[in-house]
């Protein structure tokens, strides 16, 4: 089975802090994508990759960074946290021949 | 752009009936696909079934059935036999190939499901 780990399932930080939340598949995937999820919400990409050093803006990038050095790692960073960071974070991934996407357990993320 | 309708926040289901979630999208894609996506508690997204656009049938996997209908640009999810381990908040989501020829989900923003004794 494909397997997506994100190295923290909670995690809590100061504002100000720089962040980095990590992905890591195992699959060989191409595409690999953060999401963010809030109550009421759904979930909203932030950024997505579709290959090695390649990232492309998802629909709320602001105060995000992203690096993928290597094609089974894809980094969220928070460049300075803010209150309004502290969210569910997802990541996904997928294959070309895929239908849908495997999801890492998620990090709950509190930025006090 | 592609947008994901689901407009029930939260439902309840008495055990063992059938429960219907709605899903409605937009695209211009001509080749898209459907999928529903179950979160429970725990915070996992478990994948549960896909639906392509071009897919003449409506996808049925185990208990869950995708009521496909392209025309209205709704693909509804089909709980039969409700159990308790249902209660979950359920995504609709599409996918797309973004320019470029990769793909792109969009979410909607879930529906709570609640299953009562």
């Known amino acids: 089975d494909v397997k997506v780990t994100q190295s923290s399932r909670y995690l809590v930080k100061r504002t100000g802090e720089k962040v980095f939340l990590e992905c890591v598949q195992d699959m060989d995937h191409e595409n690999m994508f953060w999401y963010r999820q809030d109550p009421g919400l759904g979930l909203r990409l932030i950024y997505f990759s579709y290959d090695v050093k390649m990232k492309e803006k998802g629909d709320i990038p602001e105060g995000y960074s992203v690096s993928r050095e290597k094609k089974e790692r894809f980094s969220l960073i928070l460049e300075s946290a803010s209150t309004n960071q502290t969210s569910m974070y997802l990541c996904?991934?997928?294959?070309?021949?895929?239908?849908?996407?495997?999801f890492g357990s998620g990090t709950r993320l509190t930025v006090v | 752009a592609q947008k994901i309708t689901q407009t029930q926040p939260g439902m309840f289901v008495q055990e063992k009936e059938a429960v219907t979630l709605d899903c409605t999208y937009d695209?211009?894609?001509?080749?898209?696909?459907l999928f529903w996506y179950k979160q429970p508690s725990s915070g996992e997204m478990i994948f549960l079934i896909y639906q392509g656009s071009y897919d003449e049938q409506n996808a049925t996997e185990g208990r869950y059935s995708l009521n496909f209908q392209k025309a209205r640009k709704s693909a509804n999810l089909v709980i039969s036999a409700s159990q308790l381990g249902d209660s979950a908040m359920y995504f609709c989501?599409?996918?797309?190939?973004?320019?470029?020829?990769?793909?792109?989900?969009?979410f909607g923003t879930g529906t709570k499901l609640q299953v009562i004794p």
């Open positions: 996904a991934s997928i294959g070309a021949l895929d239908y849908g996407y495997t």
């Open positions: 989501a599409m996918r797309s190939a973004h320019s470029g020829g990769y793909q792109k989900v969009t």
């Open positions: 695209t211009s894609d001509q080749s898209y696909g």
